[in-house]
């Protein structure tokens, strides 16, 4: 049988921190060691570091087994530290850029994702320039600090339209102008559009949009109301709404864009507390406090199935989150903590699609499994924001 194994791979201190799972016989008497970077639990191998790129240091496992006495036949989990060698390098915490104008400059058309119906005009040559980051208006204060008044600046710094023949690239969208939009590929979202308060706020509203075809989200429209109607200014379709033909080397994920928005409003507003909710239905779906940004967990699927026999080992390089369910909001931990962090000024707002929110929960939950049982929950009493909250991971490529 295979003994389950878990660990997380501490570059920036040289450590490898594992859990593994054996009988508590074994956990009592067996010596656990490492040979031609291979770990033993006594003459029974568990993990080949060297099948996944990770290299110990000649330096004797630091090993903590467990106080309690357990019939032989039980499992019990043993800590164990590990030493890498110096060579090991430290990944930057940046993530990866997806599909900046370099990329697309070349495309010829844009499909919806969902049912591949296209949406822009193919007779136009677009130009395809990349934009600031999202927060550059917030920043601009930094960037201009050399006049004698602060407002002197701000008939300058207009807001960046759609241009047609222009296919403006950010971090996670394209923006096109309706021009360049084949008639009736779109269709603003009714329900959202009918809630609308048009004699509130700005003139113009930022509005979800479907494909006209198979009814799915692929972005959000800038609309005015003018004699009873809207009228559509500016288009972003979602990067991970759409497809560009001819095809991409790599076709990224709506996690590898939320990678990107994480990191991004981590950073830039210095937070570590995101509240998930959606775009459609405002409803949250989860609370997600950002534990560490870049870590790399080595495993196998033991302590997702104990009756595993698949001794694979696989490396993934993660954030590790902390994140609280949310979709059964009628949960009275769930109700509490949904006040407590509406009321915290620190905590960032990300919108996305519901079908997307679900997809990134499901997703966050699927990898707590893969953790020790005393693992997959934080219940330290002074993190009083995070109490009985969910550890979990978001893959970052």
């Given at each position: 049988m295979v003994i389950p194994f878990y660990s997380e791979k501490l570059t920036n201190i040289g450590v490898l921190r594992a859990t593994l799972l054996v009988n508590a016989e074994a956990a009592a008497k067996a010596t656990i060691t490492v040979q031609d970077n291979v770990l033993l639990v006594g003459s029974d191998p568990v993990v080949n570091f060297s099948d996944v790129g990770v290299a110990l240091a000649s330096v004797p496992p630091v090993v903590t087994r467990p106080v309690e006495t357990r019939t032989a036949n039980q499992r019990v989990p043993i800590d164990v530290k590990l030493t890498l060698t110096k060579s090991s390098s430290y990944a930057s915490?940046?993530?990866?850029?997806?599909?900046?104008?370099?990329?697309?400059?070349?495309?010829?058309?844009?499909?919806?994702?969902?049912?591949?119906?296209?949406?822009?005009?193919?007779?136009?040559?677009?130009?395809?320039?990349?934009?600031?980051?999202?927060?550059?208006?917030?920043?601009?204060?930094?960037?201009?600090?050399?006049?004698?008044?602060?407002?002197?600046?701000?008939?300058?710094?207009?807001?960046?339209?759609?241009?047609?023949?222009?296919?403006?690239?950010?971090?996670?969208?394209?923006?096109?102008?309706?021009?360049?939009?084949?008639?009736?590929?779109?269709?603003?979202?009714?329900?959202?559009?009918?809630?609308?308060?048009w004699d509130?706020?700005?003139?113009?509203?930022?509005?979800?949009?479907?494909?006209?075809?198979?009814?799915?989200?692929?972005?959000e429209g800038q609309y005015e109301q003018r004699d009873e109607e809207i009228k559509l200014l500016a288009a972003k379709f979602f990067k991970y709404c759409v497809s560009i033909l001819p095809s991409l080397k790599y076709q990224p994920t709506f996690i590898d864009f939320f990678v990107c928005d994480l990191l991004e409003a981590a950073k830039v507003h210095a937070t570590h507390r995101f509240i998930i909710q959606g775009r459609n239905s405002s409803q949250i779906y989860a609370l997600?406090?950002?534990?560490?940004?870049?870590?790399?967990?080595?495993?196998?699927?033991?302590?997702?199935?104990?009756?595993?026999?698949?001794?694979?080992?696989?490396?993934?390089r993660v954030m590790k989150v902390l994140y609280l369910d949310c979709s059964h909001n009628d949960d009275i931990l769930v109700q509490r903590h949904l006040l407590s962090w509406g009321k915290d000024k620190t905590a960032d707002h990300l919108l996305y699609p519901d079908a997307y929110c679900r997809q990134l929960v499901t997703a966050i939950c699927e990898t707590t499994k893969l953790l020790p049982s005393s693992m997959r929950t934080m219940n330290h009493p002074a993190m009083t924001m995070t109490q009985n909250f969910s550890v979990g991971f978001v893959n970052r490529n």
């Open positions: 915490p940046d993530s990866e850029e997806w599909w900046p104008a370099k990329e697309v400059r070349h495309f010829q058309h844009m499909n919806c994702r969902n049912c591949a119906n296209r949406l822009l005009q193919t007779s136009s040559s677009f130009q395809c320039k990349d934009l600031p980051s999202e927060h550059w208006y917030e920043l601009v204060e930094c960037w201009i600090c050399h006049e004698t008044k602060p407002e002197e600046h701000r008939a300058r710094m207009q807001p960046i339209l759609a241009r047609p023949d222009a296919l403006l690239v950010g971090s996670t969208y394209f923006l096109v102008h309706p021009d360049n939009i084949i008639s009736d590929a779109v269709v603003v979202d009714k329900p959202l559009a009918s809630r609308v308060k509130r706020g700005t003139m113009s509203k930022w509005i979800m949009f479907n494909c006209n075809q198979c009814g799915h989200p692929i972005g997600l406090w950002l534990f560490n940004w870049d870590t790399t967990v080595v495993y196998n699927k033991g302590f997702l199935d104990s009756s595993n026999e698949n001794s694979t080992v696989y490396q993934e």
